[in-house]
């Protein structure tokens, strides 16, 4: 089944002028902003994709990817992240105002990096759920909240970086990440709207309240694309875009959500035309669930769980086993 990594095989020879930017491009420069890159990528300023990573690899010391990045992360996620710039599409991109936040009080995770394509186009990306009880809570309050603190801080950034020109925008993430750069785009004024260019979510949770029968959800559908594993679970959470690009993976479960094993024809993730089995009754049971309790239910039970959580350390265990 080719993959990302056959991807840079075929493309990664070609300028992005010679190959415009595609939406597996997207993915790639998404988990681009996944290390953390605190002390090396300022947070206002950029600096050459190949020094950031070099100096990254150098703060690891001892360490390893695994030990850092921690047990959700892609097995080969780094391996994709070291080749680019040896390679002629991205050598040349330059990284900015990355920006990495944990606060146990506002129970919050965020972490954001700017891309700069060398046509100057910004893109933005955020990064999805961390390997840490705080940030895996967070996103289990999308369905009691309707606004959570990452995406304020989501919609801060955008406008942050669309402050530097009156430049084209791009937006994109993965998991959370995905949620926060629609949310992003939902609350930007309408002149920053009509900057960007395109919107990617890859496989990201919904939204507590539907927001497509919003005047903001209209100015932004047509740039957004919503790629999701036909296994997905994630991106069937709450109110999730009904419109969206089923892409074939082989592997189900937890590896499923992880887009460096979704199949690649070309330039395109290889579609599929429906839902996994395993996707279609996860839903059904979510569903179930959620609409059987109130907001106060709802909150009530995320504060348990996490609280149980907390106390007894299996959190990850748990989280492997069901996923």
Same mark, same amino acid.
């Given at each position: 089944m080719p993959n990302i990594l056959d991807y840079l095989d075929w493309r990664s020879d070609l300028s992005f002028e010679q190959s415009p930017f595609n939406e597996v491009d997207n993915y790639i420069l998404c988990k681009l902003g996944c290390p953390d890159y605190t002390g090396i990528i300022p947070e206002t300023g950029s600096i050459p994709i190949g020094e950031a990573i070099a100096r990254y690899d150098a703060s690891l010391g001892d360490e390893s990817d695994d030990e850092v990045l921690g047990p959700l992360a892609s097995p080969v996620m780094m391996q994709v992240i070291r080749r680019l710039p040896n390679t002629v599409r991205y050598r040349g991109l330059?990284?900015? &105002?990355f920006i990495a936040k944990l606060d146990p009080v506002?129970?919050?995770q965020f972490? *954001?990096?700017?891309?700069i394509l060398p046509d100057g186009v910004r893109f933005v990306t955020y990064r999805g759920t961390g390997d840490t009880i705080i940030s895996w809570k967070e996103d289990f309050l999308l369905s009691v909240e309707d $606004?959570? #603190? *990452? %995406?304020? &801080? *989501? #919609? *801060?950034y955008l406008l942050k970086e669309s402050s530097y020109d009156g430049g084209p925008l791009m937006l994109g993430g993965h998991s959370k990440g995905g949620n926060l750069s629609v949310y992003a785009a939902l609350k930007a004024p309408e002149d920053i709207q009509r900057r960007i260019k395109a919107i990617y979510n890859? &496989?990201?949770?919904?939204f507590r309240r539907d927001p497509s029968d919003t005047p903001e959800y209209a100015r932004i559908k047509p740039v957004l694309?919503?790629? $999701?594993? %036909?296994?997905? $679970?994630?991106g069937k959470l709450l109110h999730y875009d009904r419109d969206c690009s089923i892409v074939k993976c082989g592997p189900t479960g937890i590896a499923a959500h992880d887009g460096f094993n979704w199949e690649v024809l070309g330039t395109q993730f290889v579609r599929c035309r429906d839902y996994s089995f395993d996707s279609k009754a996860f839903e059904v049971a979510l569903n179930e669930t959620l609409n059987g309790m109130n907001d106060e239910e709802r909150r009530n039970f995320v504060e348990e769980f996490f609280s149980i959580l907390t106390s007894t350390g299996t959190f990850f265990a748990i989280l492997l086993a069901h996923f």
């Open positions: 330059m990284v900015s &105002d506002m129970e919050e972490s *954001a990096l700017t891309i $606004v959570v #603190a *990452a %995406q304020k &801080d *989501a #919609a *801060a890859n &496989d990201g949770p919904g694309h919503t790629l $999701v594993s %036909q296994h997905t $679970v994630i």
